[in-house]
């Protein structure tokens, strides 16, 4: 009665608990309550960043406040590991950590769920709020149904009956929960005799039930072996896989039975004790104690045959336990009994004939050489030829006997009488004795005495075996094809070796040879070749090894057989140029489709994963590449002068699938050829002048000479000299080599024009010139410019003499014109005349000035033909005495 009452107040107490949990999970709370409660569901395996809730819209707190309301965790619970906080909107996301509902909660059954419980704060004071937040983690199907062993094994009996059930006690596990568990079982194959069925305990655990469909025999299959699949409730469903190996168990459902049902047997009145008469076979299909089979008589054979008879209850012989009487003739019969366990004895009957012999047969007396038991020789298959095996002796009572022996038998053995003794026959071997070819031999020794009296004495010879025999490969050359990149421990051959010994003997286990290498692995029971590495056929591409086959004798044989393994190519190899940049020099002005260089590519792959085709990404316009080549040309003749260096991008591409290229810069760099002669860009003209007063100091500088050639180095180095002079006073100017720069030599005597002739030359090879004249007009001052115009040298003059100087240069660069030569005397005619009545007016003019203005000493500049004669007055530049 206390229990029953105790029991009544628990359960109350538990239900008003209960009703409070409710209300605290499930009901409202105020927003302006200290303490709030919120629940969430959530998948497990979420990645990172995915929201699970919002805090602040959930709880109906306002956007904005002042100040602002700030959320945070407490750090005392490991639970927000897995989650991350807005601190400021109050949206709570999953985080890095990724929740496994098995690991989470690996202790709790699939009854009480799986959840995350955290505390937020949300402050500052006047806000302040304790958020109790449980987060419900949800099982997904991530997990496969596994078997705790690999190979389950069920005993059957034989005589189970149709629709027995037995246990698959191992059965699957699964560690997700509800639908996501393990659903169901089933067979992959059930050979017509089995079937699955599931049972469910009350815990909700799954067992599968092996239930038998049709009648077995362990006689006709001691041995099924299947797979068993466990499959989840998933979409799609997970499977997983075990082996099933269900084992028939024997029962003692046969009986022992007689090879042979009646045999005869016939004697002589004079065999002697021991001798074998019969041997007795029976089988019986069980197995263990269920074939133990013994023999015995049965209680119908009299004493006297028990006594003149002895039957082994092991082995089934029968044997003569006593010498019989040489006058007598019966005749026997035996009926002996095969004994099973709990079987009905099988029958079988002996016909002894015991033959009366008055003079007396004759008597074989063997004496055995090699070893014997129970009748049957042993003997080792590595004798020799002739190797004796017994004696036999014929012994008769007559005075004078006239015996005859001979041996009936099919195999390598002879009968021979001993030289030495007389009735004594040697039984020995012929040949060698092969055990793989036949292990047992029956021969007969038949004896006739002048009566015709015949004693057949029966001789059996075992063959024992020895290692004589080398195990065999299948194959002596095996040859493997494998694609590069294999995955580690891929399956590459089983190979196959058999030893026609026995026992043994004849098992075989495989070694590697020495010269394999440690990268393959062979098992050394089943012969599987694997190789544990990946294989890169650009490292190497043939592997040849031997390989070992060896037998368990003694000694020990082997044999041998060689592996050849052919990696085939794949494409995981890109082209690659011989260098990382190419830099190629060519001189300018270079044939069009002249070859600039070549461009060697390689690619380790083979076949057409190695072959290369090289393209131009930019320049295509002005260069072109050889593809099988490599050479590099160019469309036209380039120049320098245009561009100096040129950037080319080549892309080499293999012919693999998908492709792999490469991509390499080759720059050309242009040398200079000298094609271009200097250009003189001051003096602008042969037909300028520059007034030179008549009292220059020597040493002082007129002019220069300013040329520029766009070849470069040795192409652009520049040499002036005067090569021709038509002034008054040879030898008053010089001119500087280096610089152009024209000096006084020595004081001026005489006015007038002074023309000079500069050569401007480069040190290239061919030396390319150009040529100006420079004329200096040697007076106070330029009063009359017709009249110096007059005096300058026109076309007849400058070719008066040595050859005329020239400029070699291209199109565009000045040259002196020849035309109107003609055209030109005239001109300078009408001119001199005119120039000597303005000489007149310039002298008197001059004599005026200088009694006016103070004398200045002035060196003018180039003043090129039909410059205005204001300008030389207004822009006179003044030399320094010094």
């Not at 059930?165 to 393990?182: L, T, Y």
Request: aromatic letters at 8%; one cysteine or more; a negative charge.
């Amino acid at each position: 009665m206390w229990n029953t009452n105790r029991a009544t107040r628990l359960r109350s107490k538990a239900e008003l608990w209960g009703l409070f949990i409710l209300l605290l999970y499930t009901g409202p709370l105020s927003c302006s309550s200290n303490f709030s409660h919120l629940i969430y569901k959530i998948k497990e395996g979420l990645s990172k960043g995915i929201l699970i809730g919002s805090i602040a819209a959930d709880l109906n707190l306002g956007v904005s406040s002042d100040p602002p309301r700030s959320f945070s965790l407490d750090l005392k619970t490991n639970s927000q590991q897995y989650v991350t906080l807005n601190n400021t909107t109050g949206d709570l996301f999953t985080s890095a950590v990724e929740i496994d509902r098995e690991t989470l909660c690996a202790e709790s059954h699939e009854g009480q769920g799986c959840a995350i419980s955290l505390d937020v704060l949300i402050l500052p004071q006047q806000y302040f709020q304790l958020v109790k937040i449980k987060i419900i983690i949800e099982d997904v199907n991530d997990n496969r149904p596994h078997f705790p062993v690999a190979e389950i094994r069920v005993s059957v009996p034989e005589n189970a009956p149709v629709n027995a059930r037995f246990a698959v006690e191992q059965s699957a596990v699964d560690p997700d929960i509800g639908i996501h568990s393990v659903q169901t079982y089933w067979l992959v194959n059930d050979y017509g005799f089995f079937t699955l069925d599931v049972e469910e305990n009350e815990g909700g655990e799954l067992t599968p039930f092996l239930i038998i469909t049709e009648n077995l025999d362990r006689e006709t299959q001691a041995e099924y072996v299947t797979d068993i699949i466990a499959e989840d409730g998933g979409t799609p469903p997970l499977l997983g896989t075990a082996t099933l190996r269900i084992i028939i168990t024997d029962v003692n459902d046969n009986c022992p039975k007689f090879i042979e049902s009646q045999v005869n047997v016939t004697l002589y009145g004079n065999t002697t004790k021991g001798l074998q008469l019969a041997r007795l076979q029976a089988y019986d299909p069980d197995e263990g104690e269920n074939a133990v089979i013994t023999y015995s008589f049965s209680e119908r054979v009299t004493q006297e045959s028990r006594n003149l008879f002895h039957l082994d209850t092991i082995t089934g012989v029968l044997k003569l336990a006593r010498k019989i009487d040489n006058n007598t003739g019966k005749l026997y019969k035996l009926v002996v009994l095969a004994n099973g366990p709990t079987c009905i004895p099988e029958v079988a009957t002996v016909t002894v004939h015991v033959i009366r012999q008055l003079s007396g047969p004759p008597a074989v007396v063997p004496r055995y050489i090699a070893s014997e038991n129970d009748g049957v020789v042993s003997l080792s298959e590595s004798e020799p030829p002739f190797t004796p095996i017994a004696f036999f002796t014929i012994k008769n009572t007559e005075p004078q006997p006239k015996i005859e022996c001979f041996l009936e038998t099919t195999g390598p053995f002879r009968l021979v009488p001993y030289e030495r003794f007389k009735n004594e026959y040697l039984l020995e071997t012929t040949e060698p004795l092969d055990y793989e070819q036949q292990q047992d031999y029956e021969m007969v020794i038949v004896v006739r005495n002048a009566h015709g009296l015949v004693v057949n004495t029966v001789v059996k010879v075992h063959v024992l075996d020895v290692n004589d025999n080398a195990p065999v490969f299948k194959q002596s050359f095996v040859e493997i094809a494998v694609e590069e990149n294999n995955p580690p421990n891929t399956f590459l051959v089983q190979l196959q070796a058999t030893d026609a010994d026995s026992e043994s003997r004849g098992q075989v286990y495989y070694l590697l040879g020495a010269d394999a290498p440690t990268i393959f692995g062979l098992d050394r029971s089943t012969g599987v070749l694997s190789v544990s590495t990946s294989l890169d056929r650009e490292e190497k591409e043939t592997y040849r090894f031997t390989v070992r086959a060896v037998d368990r004798g003694t000694p020990r044989k082997e044999s041998i057989a060689t592996v050849i393994i052919t990696v085939r190519d794949r494409n995981d190899n890109s082209p690659r140029f011989i260098n990382k940049d190419f830099t190629f020099f060519v001189p300018e002005n270079f044939p069009g489709f002249g070859e600039i260089g070549m461009l060697t590519v390689t690619d380790a792959d083979a076949g057409e994963n190695g072959w290369v085709a090289l393209s131009i990404l930019n320049g295509s316009d002005i260069f072109v590449i050889d593809t099988g080549r490599g050479a590099l040309r160019a469309k036209t003749p380039l120049d320098r002068e245009q561009q100096g260096t040129y950037y080319v991008w080549i892309e080499a591409i293999d012919g693999g699938e998908p492709a792999l290229s490469c991509i390499t810069m080759v720059t050309v760099l242009l040398l200079d050829v000298n094609d271009n002669p200097p250009t003189v860009l001051f003096p602008q003209s042969n037909e300028s002048f520059m007034l030179v007063l008549p009292n220059t100091l020597p040493g002082t500088s007129i002019t220069e000479v300013y040329a520029v050639d766009r070849d470069t180095g040795m192409n652009a180095v520049i040499a002036y000299s005067i090569i021709k002079r038509t002034d008054g006073e040879p030898g008053s100017f010089d001119i500087d080599p280096y610089t152009g720069n024209i000096t006084l030599r020595k004081a001026l005597n005489s006015r007038g024009l002074y023309s000079l002739w500069v050569k401007v030359r480069d040190h290239g090879q061919p030396e390319l010139y150009s040529t100006v004249l420079v004329n200096l007009f040697v007076n106070e001052t330029v009063s009359n410019e017709t009249l110096i115009q007059s005096l300058l040298p026109r076309g007849a003059d400058i070719n008066h003499g040595e050859d005329p100087p020239i400029k070699e240069g291209r199109e565009g660069e000045r040259v002196p014109n020849q035309c109107g030569e003609l055209r030109m005397v005239l001109l300078a005619l009408t001119v001199t005349c005119l120039g000597l009545f303005l000489t007149v007016v310039s002298l008197v003019t001059f004599i005026c000035c200088k009694k006016r203005k103070p004398k200045k000493k002035r060196l003018d500049i180039e003043i090129p033909l039909k410059l205005n004669h204001e300008m030389v007055d207004k822009n006179p530049m003044e030399i320094s005495n010094i």
